[in-house]
T-cell receptor
Framework: GAVVSQHPSWVICKSGTSVKIECRSLDFQATTMFWYRQFPKQSLMLMATSNEGSKATYEQGVEKDKFLINHASLTLSTLTVTSAHPEDSSFYIC?????????????FGPGTRLTVL | GESVGLHLPTLSVQEGDNSIINCAYSNSASDYFIWYKQESGKGPQFIIDIRSNMDKRQGQRVTVLLNKTVKHLSLQIAATQPGDSAVYFCAENLAGFQKLVFGTGTRLLVSP
């Protein structure tokens, strides 16, 4: 149980285009999902917290107009990188928290490798 | 010694040895801690967790120790196997904020 999927697993795009990444909880409901970014040989950095039916909460330094997050259902959150540039190339990982779980136990997706040319 | 940024601390062990990976966390108010294993190109995989009202928790071949006095967390892996080779991250949950802060990570290399 507690499986999280991401789609696509990798994407290559041209500079200036937008890319959408999907995160799904497959066998549980997640009122809260999280988006992280990880650069090579570095740790995971939280970008934003996404709550179903409400606006995402962004971490300091993360541009909300550039990284659009939509959490339209209890099993799906999407991250859209708008007007992508080479410096946005990174490994994007989502996680989901079980609805009703009082502790912040998060289940992670497999990640999406974004390369912007 | 430890370093941050592009240089992950590395622990090299022989197959069958016991491994101990350490983590210093930052917030004395953190109430929940998790160890994750991350293989190359994959998302983090849950290993074991511990709540702040405990100081030790055991799983299958793994033990987590929590020392709140010095804000230190450790992960012990018994009889380490080549399949344990990965990067290991500790994460602390900031109480009241419901968000995880990840440590810098330690690379574990297990040679046969």
């Amino acid at each position: 149980g507690a499986v999280v999927s991401q789609h696509p697993s990798w994407v290559i795009c041209k500079s200036g285009t937008s890319v959408k990444i999907e995160c799904r909880s497959l066998d549980f409901q997640a009122t809260t999902m999280f988006w992280y970014r990880q650069f090579p040989k570095q740790s995971l950095m939280l970008m934003a917290t996404s709550n179903e039916g409400s606006k995402a909460t962004y971490e300091q330094g993360v541009e909300k107009d550039k990284f659009l997050i939509n959490h339209a259902s209890l099993t799906l959150s999407t991250l859209t990188v708008t007007s992508a540039h080479p410096e946005d190339s990174s490994f994007y990982i989502c996680s989901a928290k079980l609805a009703g779980n009082s502790y912040n136990e998060q289940f992670f997706g497999p990640g999406t490798r974004l390369t912007v040319l | 010694g430890e370093s941050v940024g592009l240089h992950l601390p590395t622990l090299s062990v022989q197959e069958g040895d016991n491994s101990i990976i350490n983590c210093a966390y930052s917030n004395s108010a953190s109430d929940y801690f998790i160890w994750y294993k991350q293989e190359s190109g994959k998302g983090p995989q849950f290993i074991i967790d511990i709540r702040s009202n405990m100081d030790k928790r055991q799983g299958q071949r793994v033990t987590v120790l929590l020392n709140k006095t010095v804000k230190h967390l450790s992960l012990q892996i018994a009889a380490t196997q080549p399949g344990d080779s990965a990067v290991y991250f500790c994460a602390e949950n900031l109480a009241g904020f419901q968000k995880l802060v990840f440590g810098t990570g330690t690379r574990l290399l297990v040679s046969p």
